[in-house]
Every structure is written in structure tokens, then in C-alpha cells.
């Protein structure tokens, strides 16, 4: 990223988190109600995550991939109780310990709205590859050549390309030009244990982060591809696409 586009992109950042947090405040207390109501319980969750690429290190003799952790917040669309008996897991399209106003917020992506304090503190960006959890990312990292790449010199962002191309779980839509690719990204060792994997989602949401990644190397690239992921993202919250 140069220093260009690192500013600029601060300066994006800066103002449309605050102007967010300005217009969602009436809305941000409806949605209070609706989840108290649906489930009671705790309104914001929190969550430790995954940002900037740091480095490497070797531990127990596995070289492992170092990032920025940070808190990120967001509104509760699970069961209070959620990884008690399963831990820390992706959440699928349809998570059994997702709650009926959780489902509308995570559709229409709702429950991201207060990470844009995150991204006025810093954390976060508006636009940048999805931040996962640190024990996930490791893992995904160690099992994907490059994984780790898509948050290199980049803060994870509250949308991004993969957010406004694909669908809930990473898998393109009918019609894609990135389905030319599939065989190459779903299952390339052709396990058949493997078909379906969350691997084979990570793969193809990272394609879209790297081209993201790719972009922010000169002014120009960078504010056509911001622009047009922050023009698609609210059509993706209207129609409950992507994500």
C-alpha cells in the first residue's frame, strides 16, 4: 500500500465511520429492542480477531503466521450460550444457534454496525478482507498456501470485494466469472472427504481479498475498487445478499 492511498484511505474511514455512527444511532436502539425481545441476554458481543499480518514465527517447530488481535464488536445474533458445547467454528448459513432477529441482522448485515467504532478507533476499515478469529486464522493459514497474505499491509475490513461477489458461505453465484476457477479452488487434491469443506469457502473469498490487496498499490486502482465495494454494499444489505 503506498503512502497515498494509505492516508486517503484512513481519511475514508474516518469520516464515514463517524457519519455512520451519527445516522445509525436511532436505528442501533430498534435493533437493541428487537434482540433483547427475541433473546435475552447480553446486546453486543464481543470477539477477539485477526488483523494486520505482523510476521512469522516458529513455535514447536511450525512456522506460524503473526498478526494484530484486536476486540471486535458487533450485534449478538446467537444464542447466548452459542460455543458452550462447541467452542470456537465458522458459523454456517443456517446455524442452528443463530436466533430469528440474529438471522435478519446477519442477512441484511446489520450486526456489523458497531464496528464502526472499531474502524474510528483504528481496529478496523471500512473496506478490507473480513478479520477471522486468531485460533481459526492459524489454522486456515496452515492449510491454505498464502492464506495469510490477504491481510498483508491491509486492516480487515466490515465489507469487502469477497462480501459484495459472493454468497453467505463463499460459494459464487450462478453466472460467476470466478466459477471458471472452481476446479482449481474447491478441492484441488480432490479428497473426497474434502468435498464442501469451510477450506474450499476460504479459498474463494481469498481470491477476491488478494485482487482487493492488489488494488490499493497505486490511487487510482484504490478509489475505483473502494468506490465500487461501498456502492454494491448497500444493495447486498437491501436484497440480503453476499456476505
Known amino acids: ?12 474511514d474516518v469520516v464515514a465511520s463517524a457519519l455512520g455512527l451519527a445516522v445509525a444511532a436511532p436505528l442501533g436502539a430498534l435493533i437493541t429492542a428487537a434482540i433483547y425481545a427475541d433473546s435475552p441476554g447480553p446486546i453486543l458481543y464481543r470477539q477477539r ?4 499480518l505482523l510476521g512469522f514465527a516458529t513455535r514447536d517447530g511450525v512456522t506460524r503466521p503473526r498478526f494484530v488481535e484486536f476486540t471486535m464488536w458487533k450485534f449478538r445474533t446467537m444464542r447466548p450460550d452459542a460455543e458452550q458445547m462447541t467452542g470456537p467454528i465458522l458459523a ?12 435478519i441482522l446477519r442477512k441484511t ?5 458497531p464496528q464502526l467504532w472499531n474502524v474510528l478507533r483504528g481496529d478496523m476499515s471500512v473496506v478490507g478482507p473480513r478479520p477471522e478469529r486468531p485460533e481459526l486464522l492459524e489454522n486456515l493459514a496452515l492449510a491454505i498456501p498464502f492464506f495469510e497474505e490477504r491481510m498483508r499491509d491491509v486492516k480487515p ?6 462480501q459484495v461477489s ?14 471458471a476457477f472452481k476446479e482449481a479452488l474447491m478441492n484441488p487434491f480432490k479428497i473426497d472427504e474434502a468435498d464442501g469443506s469451510e477450506a474450499d469457502d476460504m479459498r474463494m473469498k481469498m481470491l477476491f481479498d488478494l485482487a482487493y490487496v492488489a488494488a490499493l498499490e497505486s490511487l487510482p486502482t484504490f478509489l475505483r475498487m473502494e468506490l465500487g465495494v461501498l456502492v454494491r454494499t448497500p444493495m447486498v444489505m437491501l436484497l440480503g445478499l453476499g456476505r
Open 49 to 52: 480477531r485477526a488483523g494486520m
Open 92 to 103: 454456517t448459513e443456517d446455524d442452528p444457534r443463530i436466533t430469528r432477529v440474529g438471522k
Open 166 to 179: 459472493l454468497g453467505y458461505s463463499g460459494r459464487p453465484p450462478d453466472g460467476a466469472e470466478v466459477l
Open 157 to 162: 475490513g466490515i465489507t469487502g470485494l469477497a
Open 1 to 12: 500500500m503506498t503512502p497515498t492511498v494509505r492516508v486517503t484511505k484512513r481519511v475514508i
Open 109 to 113: 448485515r446489520l450486526d456489523e454496525l
